[in-house]
């Protein structure tokens, strides 16, 4: 099993920067990919940003060029900085990462969710 630990979020006036961070732990075999991902009431969760194990990152749209995926595979932890928050950013979002087993099975984990509030 794996835990996934996020810290970060809150409340943010538009404009303004946040990070986010996550810290897997547990049996941890390979960690391959890491992801956010976040739900707005009402709306489909949504990938929002995704980093390799070799460091490649992939970005939604809507983010590109103002938020910037991280992480550390020394320390297990991917982080999220936000800038130029939107109050469409307003969402919950959640860690999740893809662990490859011993056995060479692939497991996916996620966090519990941290909220990221944008409003004046």
């Known amino acids: 099993q794996v835990q996934l630990v996020e810290s970060g979020g809150g409340l943010v006036q538009p404009g303004g920067s946040q990070a986010l961070s996550c810290v897997a732990s547990g049996s941890i075999f390979k960690l391959t990919t890491m992801d956010w991902y976040r739900q707005a009431p009402g709306k489909q969760r949504e990938l929002v940003a995704g980093?390799?194990?070799?460091?490649?990152?992939s970005y939604a749209g809507f983010v590109k060029g103002r938020f910037t995926i991280s992480r550390d595979n020394a320390k297990n932890t991917v982080s999220l900085q936000m800038r130029s928050l939107k109050p469409e950013d307003t969402a919950v979002y959640y860690c999740?990462?893809?662990?490859?087993?011993?056995?060479?099975?692939?497991?996916?984990?996620w966090g519990q969710g941290t909220q990221v509030t944008v409003s004046s």
């Open positions: 999740h990462v893809h662990v490859v087993d011993a056995e060479g099975y692939g497991h996916d984990y």
């Open positions: 980093i390799i194990s070799g460091g490649i990152t």
